[in-house]
Antibody, heavy 122, light 112 residues
Framework: EVQLFQSGGGLVQPGGSLRLSCVAS????????ISWVRQAPGKGLEWVSA????????YYADSVKGRFTISRDNSKSTLYLQMSSLGAEDTAIYYC???????????????WGQGTLVTVSS | DIVMTQSPDSLAVSLGERATINCRSN????????????LAWYQQKPGQSPKLLIY???TRESGVPERFSGSGSGTDFTLTISGLQPEDVAVYYC????????FGGGTRVEIK
């Protein structure tokens, strides 16, 4: 059974940093690209970032480029999102999400983590 | 960037009736080399993670009830719920994966 378990959310001050983690199980982690998707309170879904299975290729939404860094440790089946220079606009539930197939990093996401809330506030 | 626009923002449908949600992209998401539309639909219930319903515009994900169907090609797509059930109350999102990822704004479906 595919599972994605997230951790690392919480309250952070504006300008601060935070790292999210997503531990995967039930599939060959290194074969799949994985994305981060966020949802501001009461709002819709926003794709944030994606990384290829090998970790060589990374992609970012313009809204987070230069501030967020996606990475993965395939030996630990873990995905990370390092967030810095956080602002109120980054307050959201963050989800990690895995595509249903291995050949497309951006493909349809059939598996989602439980989500973790990041609140940026003083 | 590909912009996805959904309509309506919300709709109320009687139990057993049909719900129709539209999604339009500002450029085609049809990949000519394989003739596939890079378009998915998700359902999100309150307090839950999104759930994949449809991909390749019309392929139902395993375990998704047959009352959910997707159609369309190029830039115009539709999600149809044929025979609305109480458990279908949710927000529905379209998503393109032709060029990175973008989501539509969502459509809230309620019982009339």
């Amino acid at each position: 059974e595919v599972q994605l378990f997230q951790s690392g959310g919480g309250l952070v001050q504006p300008g601060g940093s935070l790292r999210l983690s997503c531990v995967a199980s039930g599939f060959t982690f290194s074969s799949y690209g994985i994305s981060w998707v966020r949802q501001a309170p009461g709002k819709g879904l926003e794709w944030v970032s994606a990384i290829s299975g090998s970790g060589e290729n990374t992609y970012y939404a313009d809204s987070v480029k230069g501030r967020f860094t996606i990475s993965r440790d395939n030996s630990k089946s873990t995905l990370y999102l390092q967030m810095s220079s956080l602002g109120a606009e980054d307050t959201a539930i963050y989800y990690c999400a895995k595509a249903i197939n291995s050949f497309s990093i951006f493909g349809p996401k059939g598996y989602w983590g439980q989500g973790t809330l990041v609140t940026v506030s003083s | 960037d590909i912009v996805m626009t959904q309509s309506p923002d919300s709709l109320a449908v009687s139990l057993g009736e049909r719900a129709t949600i539209n999604c339009r992209s500002n450029q085609s998401v049809l990949y000519s080399s394989n003739n596939k539309n890079y378009l998915a639909w998700y359902q999100q219930k309150p307090g839950q993670s999104p759930k994949l319903l449809i991909y390749w515009a019309s392929t139902r994900e395993s375990g998704v009830p047959e009352r959910f169907s997707g159609s369309g090609s190029g830039t115009d797509f539709t999600l149809t719920i044929s025979g609305l059930q109480p458990e279908d109350v949710a927000v529905y999102y379209c998503q393109q994966y032709y060029n990175t990822v973008t989501f539509g704004g969502g459509t809230r479906v309620e019982i009339k």
